[in-house]
T-cell receptor, first 116, second 112 residues
């Protein structure tokens, strides 16, 4: 399977600042990556689909201007949380889709964001 | 839309016993299901998957059962070990797209 890394693994920032999270596919060229958010003791909620070379598609209720996604290459997608607030504190996880329709989706280790 | 849920939020099991985790889904058009294991502070890890043209699939110490009639699937872990302690999620493909809907998760705790 694909090896997926995220950077940073955790970040603490002040309210109002922007934070960029990187998702890298280390051994696979991924045209599609997904970004999820997970609050404590809750499930993963899909935020958006990151498409290489084109705009991301966002799930209903996710603000595209707040969560900027850039998928500039086949191995890197970035999620920028703009003007972060304490309610944005969460565990952000990316995944890489390697083939076909959903049957091969490999997850990164996650990034813990804490906004003070 | 898809709604995926788990019957029990927590499961405590004695080491060496078998574990059964259940999941129900709402969209009869869902045709692909996956079980993931998530340890604290980590991303989900693939355990096993099953397509709707099957009703059973076995892996190493794990078995997934799918009952399309009642829209239910289960994960069975044989001879549960301390390393199996984690949160387990079922996920279903939503309709014709490539996106996964996750259930709420069951926390499995293995007692020594």
């Amino acid at each position: 399977g694909a090896v997926v890394s995220q950077h940073p693994s955790w970040v603490i920032c002040k309210s109002g600042t922007s934070v960029k999270i990187e998702c890298r596919s280390l051994d696979f060229q991924a045209t599609t990556m997904f970004w999820y958010r997970q609050f404590p003791k809750q499930s993963l909620m899909l935020m958006a689909t990151s498409n290489e070379g084109s705009k991301a598609t966002y799930e209903q209720g996710v603000e595209k201007d707040k969560f900027l996604i850039n998928h500039a290459s086949l191995t890197l997608s970035t999620l920028t949380v703009t003007s972060a607030h304490p309610e944005d504190s969460s565990f952000y996880i990316c995944s890489v889709q390697t083939s076909g329709r959903g049957n091969e989706q490999f997850f990164g280790p996650g990034t813990r964001l804490t906004v003070l | 839309g898809e709604s995926v849920g788990l019957h029990l939020p927590t499961l405590s099991v004695q080491e060496g016993d078998n574990s059964i985790i259940n999941c129900a889904y709402s969209n009869s058009a869902s045709d692909y299901f996956i079980w993931y294991k998530q340890e604290s502070g980590k991303g989900p890890q693939f355990i096993i998957d099953i397509r709707s043209n099957m009703d059973k699939r076995q892996g190493q110490r794990v078995t997934v059962l799918l009952n399309k009639t009642v829209k239910h699937l289960s994960l069975q872990i044989a001879a549960t070990q301390p390393g199996d302690s984690a949160v387990y999620f079922c996920a279903a493909l939503r309709g014709n797209d490539y996106k996964l809907s996750f259930g709420a998760g069951t926390t499995v705790t293995v007692r020594a």
